[in-house]
């Protein structure tokens, strides 16, 4: 015997903080699921507070606020049992929950039991983890509930629940973005449910948080571990899904009754499967999302970018106009004496096929004094990296100057493979407030130039030709610095995300000397990424929170 349960899933993008704002966006999705009669409504993990909350859970008045709009949620809970997370409080501990709401009443709330302590989580520092496994009944379907990081053990609670009568499982997540993510997530689930013969509704948050973005991407998967409905990428949605569930026969003593009685349905809604982006779509959308998210919560409208003719600048300015629209970009030509006419060409040529406003301000006269003032003290000394810095520190306070006197938020143009080897300015080209790039090899870089132009073109045909150069000093190649981008980016990879040492990246068919020279400017530049401006998570480690190394360290492996 089967019965039809029709489920919700509410994909949306919620603030860290905004107590007030998620609490509004929730109760109007309720609403809107109660109006096509949907037996249950599932949200995000801790969708109250936002995810993650940090440090925000050590503040004891915000855990009671939190409290205090979850009854203001289940005030307004009818006809619809709602699946929604919250930050519970038991005695002392926290508890990253899960509350189970209907017709004005909690019936329970589900604690997470494995708290992820790796990568960009911490949950072990603010929360206990949970021991108990709970089953429900609504009508005839026996189902339970957890959340993000219980499914991805085997032998975890979704093992449990099937055991003891569960056909279906909610599974609530905050699972942010990365390459390759999307395929980890759906072949745990689909297992998960094969395994055990349960339906699997997975459903994540969408949205950008500071490095983080929810990229969505929610799945119900049937008990065959086909996934047969879905959320789109990068966007806010609220899918509804009929499915046919096996009455399930109860085994578990401790079942919780909910005294709901499933509607009758008299047609079946079944939602198309969405189209899988391709993968470098799929990092353009992440970064679109991450940049808009960064500028709106944070309360900033414009943004101000230094243009230089290269293609990681030209890469932001289209992020930033196709994230915020053409009026609210400004781009800043910074010549000097070491910049080309062709750089000056493809600048004028980027800013008119996007429509952006273009400032030029020569940095020469103030390179002039700069030099006239430090000759005394540098005479004797032969030129070296301390003048081309002294370029990209101009640039950089010019840029601060227009955004302290417009409000403008300053974006930075380096990819993850300057930030990785050290090469970049601190207090120049590294000054600003937002890294839009910063997780992105320069060969992906290309790659995402490329796809753009594809779309429309945009980018000038002649930057993404022409060698890469800082134009600092005359006829200056980042390879006159740096290995080639082709040869440089597998390196980091492998020592960075992979965790590889010398002797291993070696024999991947690299250079043993390329090899340690990378190793070593990698090493020696932690300082210089302590630093840096946030920037859009999109590799499986990126720097910061996913990579933690010492600044002082002597260990060379």
Not at 206 to 224: A, I
Request: hydrophobic letters at 40%.
């Amino acid at each position: 015997m089967k019965q039809i349960l029709r489920v919700g899933i509410a994909q949306i993008n919620l603030s860290v903080g905004d107590l007030e704002g998620n609490t509004k966006k929730i109760i109007e999705y309720i609403k809107k699921a109660e109006g096509v009669n949907t037996d249950v409504i599932v949200f995000p993990e801790l969708a109250v507070t936002g995810y993650p909350p940090e440090d925000l859970l050590l503040k004891e008045k915000f855990i009671k606020d939190n409290l205090r709009k979850l009854k203001d949620i289940v005030s307004q809970v009818y006809n619809t049992v709602v699946i929604l997370g919250f930050v519970d409080k038991q005695k002392e501990n926290l508890y990253n929950a899960a509350a189970l709401i209907y017709n004005q009443k909690i019936y329970a709330a589900y604690h997470k039991i494995f708290l992820p302590n790796y990568g960009v989580f911490d949950e072990k520092r603010y929360f206990t983890a949970g021991d108990k496994v709970s089953i429900f009944k609504m009508d005839k379907v026996i189902f339970a509930v957890n959340i993000c990081e219980d499914i991805w053990h085997l032998d975890g609670p979704t093992k449990e629940a099937a055991k003891r009568g569960a056909r279906i499982i909610f599974n609530i997540n905050a699972s942010p973005y990365h390459l390759g993510k999307i395929k980890e997530r759906e072949d745990i689930i689909a297992y998960q449910a094969k395994m055990n013969n349960i339906f699997v509704v997975y459903t994540n948050l969408v949205g950008g948080q500071d490095e983080l973005v929810f990229d969505g991407q929610s799945r119900v998967v049937d008990n065959q571990g086909k996934i047969i409905a879905g959320c789109s990428a990068f966007k806010e949605e609220l899918l509804s899904i009929d499915l046919s569930i096996s009455v399930g026969r109860d085994k578990s003593k401790n079942i919780i009754n909910i005294p709901k009685k499933i509607i009758s349905k008299t047609q079946m809604i079944l939602p198309e499967i969405p189209y899988p982006l391709e993968i470098t779509e799929e990092v353009y959308q992440a970064l679109i999302l991450g940049l808009k998210d960064y500028m709106v919560k944070n309360g900033f409208k414009k943004v101000v970018i230094g243009l230089s003719g290269g293609v990681d600048s030209s890469l932001v300015a289209v992020l930033a106009k196709d994230a915020l629209g053409k009026d609210n970009v400004t781009g800043v030509f910074m010549p000097s004496r070491y910049t080309s006419r062709e750089s000056q060409e493809d600048v004028k040529e980027l800013v008119n096929n996007l429509g952006i406003r273009l400032i030029t301000v020569s940095i020469e006269p103030i390179y002039k004094v700069y030099l006239m003032l430090l000759e005394p003290n540098f005479s004797g000394k032969q030129k070296d990296i301390t003048e081309e810095n002294l370029q990209a520190r101009i640039r950089g306070n010019i840029l601060m100057a227009f955004s302290n006197k417009f409000g403008w938020l300053v974006l930075t143009t380096g990819n993850k493979s300057e930030m990785s080897t050290g090469y970049a300015t601190l207090y120049g080209d590294m000054a600003g407030g937002f890294a839009v790039i910063k997780d992105v090899p320069k060969t992906l870089v290309y790659k995402l130039a490329k796809y753009r132009n594809s779309l429309s073109y945009v980018i000038p045909a002649r930057v993404l030709l022409k060698a890469p150069t800082a134009e600092l000093r005359p006829n200056q190649k980042d390879s006159d610095t740096l290995p080639v981008y082709e040869t440089l980016d597998p390196i980091l990879k492998a020592y960075i995300e992979e965790d590889k040492d010398l002797t291993k990246i070696a024999a991947l068919g690299f250079d043993k000397e390329i090899i340690q020279r990378v190793l070593t400017m990698v090493d020696k530049s932690e300082y210089k990424r302590r630093q840096s401006p946030p920037g859009i998570k999109i590799t499986p480690k990126a720097f910061g929170k996913d990579r933690r190394m010492p600044i002082t360290n002597k260990y060379r492996g």
